[in-house]
């Protein structure tokens, strides 16, 4: 899950982080209230996509006057394609270093990345001066200790400021570990001309499955960064049913597209959905269901895919080989009961599926018997198939 710039600032403050002095404001008259009162200040749009400030997302002013009508230009803007409904109102610094501060996991390992050039993309950096960022490994064991940072920011260029912002990055590490997160970045971490530091940005993720365990309520959001739909939200309830499984916690809805897409397995469903769209097909639904989910779980996902407001021109139910899900479960107890339940369901809507695993032929026997009993327009494939044919027979029976 990723977080508001200031959801992370707020917690990131919590953790005794030096961060700016700011507001989160969701109307131009509301300026009144925060420090462009009366100081300079930088007016931030609050989106979960990056490079806000080449999308225009970032405003300097020098007075009241000039936030209020900056405010006025970045509420209801889009920055790719996500509306901005708050924005965050800071003091403005008067800067005289830009570094850059990073914790993620590689190979399954906390990793620390550290500049000491900031304020801009670090990929950028790397590409073109790759010996300026340092990326160290961190042992989940023992932690990160105060040598070992100084000696990471001294190797990537903090010289004299080692000592200093050691201190920082011992707190972000402890952070990134006591929530859960899979990435905190810095970017940039400032040293203004009077030598206090600040984290001027923060981009933070957290791990969906321990987001509970936050301590401030967040609200829900897609990790594409627009508000979710009614559907979205529906089949995100559909997934904390039960803790078996996932049912919904991947569900897209897709403007104008044609084919529900009930896909098992991360790997396959990327796979998927390239084949798909390289043969000029275009999802109305798309979701994932995996874990071995329940049966009644996965029948609740296919009621709301197929409330899909728009044509349904054909079902595709698509998976490998699965070594440990249920598929009679999930296909029979899951998506055919979940058509059969949907009212004045279209029986004359193609089904194509390809899915094998546990009590594979046990759920081929029934789906048989559903179409000639019933009168459903089931397409059944084995591994035999491959994912590109089974898209080419979903867009000829869509056609």
């Known amino acids: 899950m990723r977080l508001y710039e200031y959801e992370g600032k707020n917690l990131l403050k919590a953790a005794g982080l030096p961060v700016p002095r700011g507001a989160v404001i969701d109307s131009p008259s509301e300026i009144g209230d925060t420090i462009a009162a009366a100081e ?16 225009g997302g970032i405003l300097s002013c020098a007075e009241a006057g000039a936030a209020k009508d ?13 509306r901005v409904k708050r924005l965050l109102v800071e003091e ?26 900031g304020g801009v993309d670090i990929e950028e950096i790397k590409n073109i001066r790759p010996e300026k960022v340092v990326i160290q490994p961190v ?28 201190a920082i990055l011992l707190k972000l590490y402890s952070f990134f570990i006591d929530n859960d997160a899979i990435l905190v970045e810095v970017n940039p971490l400032i040293k203004t001309i009077g030598g206090k530091w600040y984290l001027a940005d923060a981009k933070i993720e957290i791990d969906d499955d321990a987001s509970y365990r936050l301590k401030i309520d967040l609200p829900e959001r897609l990790g594409s960064g627009r508000e979710p739909t009614h559907l979205e939200l ?15 916690r991947m569900f897209y809805e897709i403007e104008d597209g044609s084919i529900v897409i009930l896909a098992a397995g991360g790997g396959t469903s990327m796979e998927a959905l390239d084949d798909l769209y390289s043969l000029g097909g ?29 044509n349904i021109d054909a079902i595709w139910v698509i998976g490998g080989r ?31 599926i390809r899915r094998a695993g546990p009590r594979d032929e046990e759920a081929y026997e029934a789906l048989r018997k559903a179409r000639e009993e019933e009168g459903y327009n089931i397409f059944i494939r084995g ?10 027979m979903v867009i000829y029976q869509a056609n």
């Open 322 to 352: 699965a070594n440990f899900t249920d598929i009679y479960e999930s296909l029979i107890g899951g998506i055919l009961a979940g058509i059969r339940e949907t009212h004045d369901f279209d029986k004359t809507i193609p089904i194509i």
């Open 92 to 117: 403005r610094l008067d800067v005289a270093r830009e570094c850059y501060l990073g914790i993620t996991y590689q190979d399954r390992r906390p990793c620390v990345i550290a500049c000491s050039e």
């Open 139 to 166: 042992s989940i064991i023992h932690g990160l200790d105060e040598p070992t940072a100084i000696d990471i920011l001294i190797r990537a260029g903090f010289a004299e400021d080692a000592g200093e912002v050691a």
């Open 383 to 392: 591994m035999a198939t491959s994912i590109a044919d089974s898209a080419r």
């Open 70 to 82: 900056a405010a006025g230009k970045l509420l209801d803007m889009k920055i790719h394609g996500e």
């Open 40 to 55: 300079a200040a930088i007016v931030k749009a609050q989106v979960l996509w990056g490079k806000r400030s080449k999308a």
């Open 282 to 310: 275009r999802p109305a639904i798309f979701t994932e269901y995996s874990g071995n989910p329940t049966g009644e779980k996965v029948k609740g996902l296919t009621k709301i895919a197929l409330m899909y407001p728009g």
């Open 234 to 248: 529906l089949a995100r309830e559909n997934d904390l049913i039960d803790s078996r499984g996932a049912a919904g």
